[in-house]
């Protein structure tokens, strides 16, 4: 079975000030882990994801993400957060090895991210 | 028009009535979902139509009937919901081929049952 989880539900930060959304994920074999973006009155947005190779994953408006095996961690961040980027952040996991009708994804509950002007 | 998109955007309906969502998808993938999602809950992966093979949660009850006539479209028909089920439904597509191709999401439709 595979799981993941956002322990933060809600996350404020001052404008300009680095951001950080967690993410910690639970799987078998080898995750493929994704962030995705909810701005208000609209569908999920990919930001980025990661499947093999350097664990700093670089994605859309300046966001990047952190691969750590020995924390099963995800974790978004940005260095210097935008008014802008206030929305709903969603971390996704899959087991590599799964197969069939188990090859989705599973999402986490999501963290609320408010910047501050 | 690009990417995916869903109709209506919005909708309210009684407890008796039927109604359909629609969702169209401009991409060329070849596997499309549909989700759940309610505040503060994770994405509840309700259905998925990959290369014409339907895998559903079997923990979606039976008033939820999918229906996906081809590749670039996918209807969720409704019929006697209860007021539970009122949620924002999100449709998806991917690749079915590949390990690891990122869903695109269209803007969803917000459903209220009263």
């Known amino acids: 079975a595979q799981s993941v989880a956002q322990p933060e539900d809600q996350v404020n930060v001052a404008e300009g000030n680095p951001l950080t959304v967690k993410c910690t994920y639970s799987v078998s074999g080898n995750p493929y882990l994704f962030w995705y973006v909810q701005y208000p009155n609209r569908g999920l947005q990919f930001l980025l994801k990661?499947?093999?190779?350097?664990?700093l994953v670089k994605g859309s408006y300046g966001f990047e993400a952190e691969f750590n095996k020995s924390q099963t961690s995800f974790h978004l961040k940005k260095p210097s957060a935008l008014v802008s980027d206030s929305a709903l952040y969603f971390c996704a996991v899959r087991d590599a090895s799964s197969s069939g009708s188990a090859r989705q994804l599973t999402f986490g509950s999501g963290t609320q991210l408010t910047v501050l002007p | 028009e690009t990417g995916v998109t869903q109709t209506p955007r919005h909708l309210v309906m009684g407890m008796t009535n039927k109604k359909s969502l629609k969702c169209e998808q401009h991409l060329g993938h070849n596997a499309m979902y549909w989700y759940k999602q309610s505040a503060k809950k994770p994405l509840e992966l309700m259905f998925v139509y990959s290369l014409e093979e339907r895998v559903e949660n079997n923990s979606v009850p039976s008033r939820f009937s999918p229906e996906c006539p081809n590749s670039s479209h996918l209807f969720l028909h409704l019929h006697t919901l209860q007021p539970e089920d009122s949620a924002l439904y999100l449709c998806?597509?991917?690749?079915?081929?590949?390990?690891?191709?990122?869903?695109?999401f269209g803007p969803g439709t917000r459903l209220t049952v009263l």
């Open positions: 990661y499947i093999t190779g350097d664990n």
């Open positions: 998806a597509s991917s690749q079915a081929s590949g390990n690891y191709n990122e869903q695109f």
